[in-house]
Structure formats: structure tokens, C-alpha cells
T-cell receptor, first 114, second 112 residues
Framework: DAGVIQSPRHEVTEMGQEVTLRCKPISGHNSLFWYRQTMMRGLELLIYFNNNVPIDDSGMPEDRFSAKMPNASFSTLKIQPSEPRDSAVYFC????????????FGPGTRLTVT | GENVEQHPSTLSVQEGDSAVIKCTYSDSASNYFPWYKQELGKRPQLIIDIRSNVGEKKDQRIAVTLNKTAKHFSLHITETQPEDSAVYFCAASGTGYSTLTFGKGTMLLVSP
């Protein structure tokens, strides 16, 4: 298995632009997580999907952030409009089964907003 | 929601020494406690985990202990090697018990 796939790996954009991050979970995994990692705040859970349904989006910082999972093999995290404080590494992770189990992380997308 | 505190934030040891990283959690209903290792510029990867029905788990040079009464758990690395240098994160199952709340991380530096 190729593991969790994320694209792009690096994104540099100007403030105000729309940014879309993409994730393909491990085949067969039914839970998907989006995290943001910064030096100041560490690793924060943004949103959690189970069987393509958003279960917990309490970590989404504000309305500029949105996430979708149209099918079991694809998810997007969108920021519109982007701001410099959104600069971070965004990780997608997936896991198998019900309850809490090992999460497999993707390589991350390093986002820089200038 | 769950709150996880991790100490120390940095830890420097000599090769061959032992390293201990400690975490506390707030939600007494949490039942899953993984540890992740993140090398510079890489993704977090699971190195060991423990569930609340056991008090200790070992895997070669790595061990994790759990004290549910005190709500703390620890990572022990023996005979440290330079390749153990990384950031280590503890986590506890959080709200709804399908998600994880991570500690802020410990940067471990192992000097040859």
C-alpha cells in the first residue's frame, strides 16, 4: 500500500488566495483526520470524518476553513481566503475500524501564506 | 475535552543513557495512549501504544507505563542511540474516544 497520500507537498500563496489541500487515505480505512502543526500550538485536530461523514469539526479555526470527503478515497481541506497565520504543516491521517486505533499520517503539506 | 500535558519539552542525553518522557491527561474515560516519533521534516509515526487495561508494554528498547489512577503515562527508551533523536508526542483518546489529543512534544537529542 502506498500509505496516505497528500498533495501538494508544498504550497506558497499570497494572502487572500484560496488554498485547497488534498488527501487520499489508505484503502479500506474508514476514519480520516486533518491536523495542523505549528511550533506554537503543536499538533491540532481540525476535523474528523468517519465513513465520509464529518463527526467532529470543533477544531476548525473559523469559517474560512472547510473540509469535504465526497467519497471513501478522497478528502479536501480548503482555506478561503488564506491569511499569513494559516502558515503551517497540514497533515492528513487515516485509521481503520471503530473506536480509536492507530492513525497513519500522510507526508504533510507545508503551507506558506505571504 | 481532553487535555494532555507533556514534559520535558527538550531532553538531551548521551548515547547509551536512558530517556524518560512523561505525560498527564485530564479525561478519566480516555482508554488509548499512543506515542509517535517525528523526525525532522517527516510525518509522525507510531512507535508504541497502550490501552487502559494494561499497565506496561515493552517493545525492545522502548516501554510505556500507564497509571490510570494518577492519569499519567510515560515513555522509556533504554540504550539510546543517535537515531533516536527526534520529537516524541504522546496522545490520549479524546472527545468521543475516536480522536486523539496530542501533547506539545519532546525534542530528544542523543549525543554520540
Amino acid at each position: 500500500d502506498a500509505g496516505v497520500i497528500q498533495s501538494p507537498r508544498h504550497e506558497v500563496t499570497e494572502m487572500g488566495q484560496e488554498v485547497t489541500l488534498r488527501c487520499k487515505p489508505i484503502s479500506g480505512h474508514n476514519s480520516l483526520f486533518w491536523y495542523r502543526q505549528t511550533m506554537m500550538r503543536g499538533l491540532e485536530l481540525l476535523i474528523y470524518f468517519n465513513n465520509n461523514v464529518p463527526i467532529d469539526d470543533s477544531g476548525m479555526p473559523e469559517d474560512r476553513f472547510s473540509a469535504k470527503m465526497p467519497n471513501a478515497s478522497f478528502s479536501t481541506l480548503k482555506i478561503q481566503p488564506s491569511e499569513p497565520r494559516d502558515s503551517a504543516v497540514y497533515f492528513c491521517a487515516s485509521s481503520l475500524g471503530t473506536g480509536v486505533n492507530e492513525q497513519y499520517f500522510g507526508p504533510g503539506t507545508r503551507l506558506t501564506v505571504t | 475535552g481532553e487535555n494532555v500535558e507533556q514534559h520535558p519539552s527538550t531532553l538531551s542525553v548521551q548515547e547509551g543513557d536512558s530517556a524518560v518522557i512523561k505525560c498527564t491527561y485530564s479525561d478519566s474515560a480516555s482508554n488509548y495512549f499512543p506515542w509517535y516519533k517525528q523526525e525532522l521534516g517527516k510525518r509522525p509515526q507510531l512507535i508504541i501504544d497502550i490501552r487502559s487495561n494494561v499497565g506496561e508494554k515493552k517493545d525492545q528498547r522502548i516501554a510505556v507505563t500507564l497509571n490510570k489512577t494518577a492519569k499519567h503515562f510515560s515513555l522509556h527508551i533504554t540504550e539510546t542511540q543517535p537515531e533516536d533523536s527526534a520529537v516524541y508526542f504522546c496522545a490520549a483518546s479524546g472527545t468521543g474516544y475516536s480522536t486523539l489529543t496530542f501533547g506539545k512534544g519532546t525534542m530528544l537529542l542523543v549525543s554520540p
